[in-house]
DNA sequence: AACTAGGAGTTTTTT
DNA sequence: ACTCCTAGTT
């Protein structure tokens, strides 16, 4: 995962006298070395933490003159998290101020070149600071100092907590700090708000209703659990949405509202079965042993304000707790920090309000705001000067944010030059921009390395055009975020063993497991099972884990013969997988299970078979140099399997098999948050797309979208491009649409006029003839809510002309032609055709171009139908 | 029980 | 396009 990291590479930059940090190789070839070097640690519980010092520093002298074994770098923790605009864009920035002498003897953190304001930050003594700044003015700068200069004066690093909002930032600000302290900060509490919140109900056990290896459910987990409960609760969930009921709890439980909460403000249908819903569902997951997401902070907050002595405990134990993000929190957070500083109010948040991008999740921009009512006392901290972008850039930005009317009016200025004007270009689709951006880098990679380029997107479906593009002319690139490896069925598959290894009580992973491979067990036979286990339980007792009950199915107890077979074995491979298990690495465990269970054969004869055990086998890597210190405590006695679980589902780890070497970056823009490249592509600048249509529908999305976008330009320190495009394939289904609205709120000054990137493939566009055919609205009513909306202002006279083959077709048809299309395509909703079999019908929908097009037909006799227009034989009824 | 086709709902963003 | 679920088939 990148991650901003320019800042720590110029920070170390700063002091050529720093420790054994001076010297450095590029940055992803360190990384490189801490992967053989922790490779060591990994299973070796036993060794010392002095000792595990003694190795890091060993790396960092064979650092000094090796270079790594190429492929050595995957899988480092930590090394995902780099920010891939180190080197070459980090390095124009002069260096820091000289420190004195090498701060690792003197503790003195101050080589780092700060503003006053930043200064004063950093040296604020006790009590709540808030760093309330725009983008780019080196709040995680100030967040990092001040957490280094805390350690330099000699407060143990367990001692210190350190809340972020996302893995990568809490990985980046781990990077960060070591690089300024020059040392492991092993022991350091830093992480997500829910990797910390694990980490507090794991230690809490006793305390709790869970024990410490619980499972986390995921959403996919979530739902799959609803589902079943509904239908013991006596709701169809087919009649309620499931993910809908998983929506509203986990919003109650950002709120921290309990099931008795909910019940008492159920306001409408669906609420009134959520708060039936919900009661059971928690009793369900206490039966299996499990959190779901919003748990993990619900159950913490309870913890610390309701049981004795937990809030003191942790207050006791943490003498600081510094929080990033801080506009991003939403009330179960809020409580969270509040209640961990709760002792000392020793707080430190830093954020922007202007880059509140996370309202849909529950985040309230008010937690910050009212930081300073909230906490009496509070040091405030404005910094304004923006040390990241050219001056044109802020001014964009500076521009963009000003149309929120709801925001409290803040200006950034930059001392750096205006640089080069930002560019808006035009093309005609996803693959035109595509190919764009993917010369431009190209292009221009001979000056700079591929670590620089960004391509900043909406949604993570616009990635695949771009991935396209780099692939076709050879561009390495790597992505951030997407959907993750683990969410692959075959590794979630795989995984589910571990689950239920380490929680025999987990439904969830039960069912997956026994599943597949198949081993003659059905649906019917898990149905009786479920009987079973309700048959063993008295009344209002929790029932019996169905793992358990599969170990005695009989076919007496109505389950057929193979059936019961089938589940017995399974459940004795489990038992002899955990008999046989000596130690507790998660590599072992993967192992065993694929062997007993057959996992590798079952896989291999599937359909992408070879692509699957490719998946899984990167699961593997992953789980052998899967380290424990980021989330190691003394007081944490978890297994390595279980934490390497719970990661898993934290998405805090894992990656698909990216590597460290020279790349471009893709990444969402709510991925970004945070980073910086010195050339940032904005892609998707589209009318619906962004802003988002969906995300407009929420009160004030449109003001989050533009804080989005504005997030988007804030991350470009040299060169910002934003592209759009005419026609886009989305949802599996061509649309139009028009420049985004963004694109008008941009400063003409700072714009360098359009550019329309030339034309690839042919969309053409049909009129003239055949309007009247056009059907009245453009559309059919029934169908959805797509039109091809091509007003008459669209279509210029007669666009394209009339195909390559003189062909013409239909009014208001978009024509696609790339270079493997043979099947000019004269089809568009409205149109009537005859079908060979079908008879006649009009098209309601079509899907597809060329070759592949299929089309969705009303017929009359025989009703909806979908044809591939390629081998339906369809003529034009007329 | 296992497989298959068809359909329905999603395709925002993340932990 | 895509995944997941259901219903109907084998
Ligand atoms: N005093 C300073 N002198 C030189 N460079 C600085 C200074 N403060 C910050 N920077 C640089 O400015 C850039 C932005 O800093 P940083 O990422 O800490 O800002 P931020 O406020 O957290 O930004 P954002 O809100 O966009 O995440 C970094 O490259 C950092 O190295």
Redesign the pocket.
């Known amino acids: 995962m990148g991650v901003r990291e320019s800042d720590q590479e110029r920070d170390r930059r700063a002091g050529p006298g720093w420790g054994p940090d001076r010297d450095l190789p590029p940055r992803s070839e360190r990384s490189a070395f801490r992967v053989s070097g922790t490779r060591h640690r990994t299973g070796d519980p036993s060794r010392a933490p002095g000792q595990d010092l003694q190795h890091r520093r060993h790396d960092q002298e064979a650092w000094l003159g090796r270079r790594p074994v190429p492929g050595a770098a995957h899988h480092r923790r930590h090394a995902r998290w780099l920010h891939p605009s180190r080197g070459l864009g980090a390095g124009r920035e002069l260096p820091d101020r000289t420190p004195a002498s090498p701060s690792r003897e003197t503790g003195d953190v101050r080589g780092l070149r700060l503003n006053p304001e930043q200064r004063d930050a950093v040296e604020h003594g006790e009590g709540p600071l808030l760093v309330l700044a725009g983008a780019g003015s080196g709040k995680t700068r100030v967040l990092t100092a001040r957490a280094a200069r805390l350690i330099e004066q000699g407060l143990e690093p367990t001692r210190l907590l350190a809340v972020t ?4 930032a809490a990985g980046e600000m781990r990077e960060r700090i070591e690089g300024l302290i020059g040392r492991s900060t092993r022991g350091l509490w830093i992480g ?4 910390v919140a694990a980490r507090v109900l794991r230690i809490e056990a006793p305390n709790t209703s869970r024990t410490r290896a619980f499972t986390i459910y995921d ?2 987990d979530s ?2 659990t609803l ?1 079943d409960v509904m239908e013991s609760v006596g709701y169809d ?2 009649r309620w ?1 499931p ?2 009921l998983r929506g509203r709890i986990s919003g109650a439980k950002n709120a921290l509202m309990g099931p008795a909460e909910y019940e008492s403000e159920a306001f409408d249908l669906l609420s009134e079965v959520v708060a039936k819903v919900y009661p059971a569902y928690q009793r369900e997951l206490e039966r299996r042993n499990a959190y779901d ?2 748990d993990l902070l619900f159950e913490t907050v309870r913890l610390l304000e309701t049981v004795d002595g937990v809030r003191d405990r942790y207050g006791a134990r943490f003498a600081h707790v510094l929080v990033d993000e801080y506009q991003d929190t939403n009330h179960a957070q809020y409580r969270m920090v509040k209640a961990l500083a709760s002792k000392h109010g020793n707080l430190c948040v830093v954020g922007d309000d202007d880059q509140a ?1 996370y309202g ?2 529950g985040a309230d921009i008010r937690n910050i705001l009212d930081f300073e009512a909230d906490f009496h006392g509070a040091h405030v901290v404005r910094l304004e000067r923006n040390y990241r972008s050219t001056g044109s850039i802020l001014e964009v930005a500076n521009a963009v944010i000003s149309r929120n009317l709801a925001r409290k009016p803040k200006r950034l200025h930059t001392e750096r030059e205006t640089g080069d004007p930002i560019e808006v270009v035009r093309c005609d689709d996803e693959r035109a921009e595509a190919a764009w951006v993917s010369s431009r880098i190209a292009a221009d990679r001979s000056a700079r390395g591929l670590n620089e380029f960004a391509v900043l997107y ?4 616009q990635s695949r055009a771009f991935e396209e593009a780099f692939r076709r002319s050879g561009i390495p690139y790597r992505i951030v ?1 997407g959907v993750p490896f683990y969410e692959r ?1 075959e590794v979630k598959d795989v995984i589910a063993y571990l689950r239920l290894l380490v929680n025999p009580a987990d439904d969830a992973a039960f069912l997956r497991a026994v599943g597949w491979p ?8 898990l149905e009786r099972l479920g009987d079973l286990a309700r048959a063993g339980a008295g009344a209002g007792e929790a029932l019996e884990p169905l793992a358990a009950v599969a170990a005695r199915a009989r076919h007496e107890d109505g389950i ?1 013969r ?2 019961a077979r089938g589940l017995r074995r399974f459940a004795e491979g489990l038992a002899d997988v955990r008999a046989s298990l000596s130690g507790c690495g998660a590599r072992e465990a993967l192992e065993a299970c694929v062997a007993a269970f057959g996992l590798a054969t079952a896989l291999a004869e599937e359909e992408d078979g070879a692509d699957r055990l490719e998946n899984v086998s990167e699961l593997f890597a992953a789980a052998e140099v899967f380290e424990r210190d980021d989330v190691e405590d003394p007081d944490d006695e978890s297994t390595d399997l279980e934490l390497f679980l719970q990661s898993v589902s ?3 780890d894992l990656d698909e098999a990216d590597f460290d070497g020279e790349a471009v970056t893709m990444i ?1 823009l ?2 970004a948050k945070g980073l910086e490249f010195p050339v940032v592509f904005l892609g998707g600048l589209e009318e619906g797309l962004f802003p ?1 249509s ?2 407009m ?2 009160p004030g999305g449109l003001e989050e979208e533009r804080r989005l976008f504005y997030v988007g330009v804030t991350r470009a320190m040299d060169r910002l491009s934003l592209t759009y495009a005419d026609h886009r ?1 989305r ?2 289904m061509a649309s139009r649409s028009a420049p985004s609205s963004f694109i008008d709120e941009l400063p003409e000054e700072h714009v360098l006029p359009q550019l329309a990137a030339p034309r690839r493939g042919r969309w053409r566009a049909r009129d003239a003839r055949g309007t009247a055919r056009r059907p009245p609205g453009g559309g059919e009513p029934g169908s959805r809510s797509f039109s091809w909306q091509r007003g008459p202002d669209r279509v210029p006279g007669r666009a394209a002309g009339s195909g390559a083959d003189g062909r013409s077709g239909p009014p208001g048809e978009l024509e696609y032609d790339y270079e493997d299309s043979q099947v000019p395509l004269s089809l568009a909703p409205g149109v009537r055709v005859v079908h060979p079999r079908f008879g006649a019908g009009e098209v309601l929908q079509v ?2 171009f060329g070759k ?1 097009a299929r089309v969705e037909i009303a017929f009359e006799k025989v009703g909806r139908k979908k044809v591939v227009v390629a081998y339906a034989g369809l003529r034009p009824d007329c």
């Open positions: 909002f996302t893995n990568k997500t708000f829910h990797s959403e996919d739902i799959r589902r969930p087919r949405a993910r809908a997401f919003d991008v849909w999740r909406r949604t993570n479906a975020g069925r198949r081993r003659g067990v059905g649906a019917k036979s057929p193979a059936a934290l998405r805090s969402t709510h991925n988002l969906r995300a529908e929420a394939w949802a599996g899907y597809g592949e």
